[in-house]
C-alpha cells in the first residue's frame, strides 16, 4: 500500500480536522494490505493458468498435423516416455480440464478478495475521506 504525504491543500479540503485512528481502522488498513498483496499473488499464478493453457493449446494443435501411428514424447516429470499419439491426446485433454479448474477456483478467489477490498474501501473512505489512500 502506498501512502503519500498531504499537501497544505488536501489538508484544506478535508477541514483539516484529523481523525483519530482506532485500533479497528489500523486492523481494517492491515487487513486491505494483505488481501492487497494476496490480489497481486492471486494474478500472477492466473497469469501462470492461462500461459499453461495457452501453451497446451499449441502443443494439441501441433498434434493434429502428426500420424496416428507416430509415437509422441510425453514428459513426465523429469522423464520424457514415447507413448501413442491416442494417450498423449487424452492426456492433454486432462491436463487442459485441470488447469481450466484451477483458473476457475482462482478466478473465484480473486473475485471474493476484491469484494471483500472493496468493502474495506468503503469503510475506511467513509471513516478517513482524503486522508487516506487506498487506491492500488
Avoid: C, W
Amino acid at each position: 500500500m502506498q501512502r503519500r504525504m498531504l499537501t497544505k491543500e488536501d489538508e484544506a479540503a478535508t477541514g483539516g480536522d484529523e481523525v483519530e485512528v482506532r485500533r479497528e481502522d489500523q486492523d481494517k488498513i492491515n487487513k486491505f494490505s494483505r488481501l492487497h498483496q494476496r490480489e497481486i499473488a492471486l494474478e500472477e499464478e492466473l497469469k501462470t493458468k492461462h500461459k499453461e493453457k495457452e501453451d497446451l493449446d499449441d502443443i494439441s494443435n501441433e498434434l493434429e498435423l502428426a500420424d496416428e501411428d507416430d509415437k509422441i514424447p510425453y514428459k513426465i516429470g523429469d522423464s520424457f516416455i514415447s507413448l501413442p499419439l491416442s494417450e498423449v491426446q487424452e492426456m492433454l485433454e486432462a491436463s487442459t480440464s485441470k488447469i481450466d479448474e484451477g483458473v476457475s477456483d482462482l478466478e473465484g478467489k480473486l473475485s471474493t478478495t476484491r469484494e471483500e477490498m472493496d468493502q474495506l474501501k468503503v469503510e475506511l473512505y467513509g471513516r478517513f475521506g482524503k486522508s487516506i489512500n487506498l487506491e492500488t
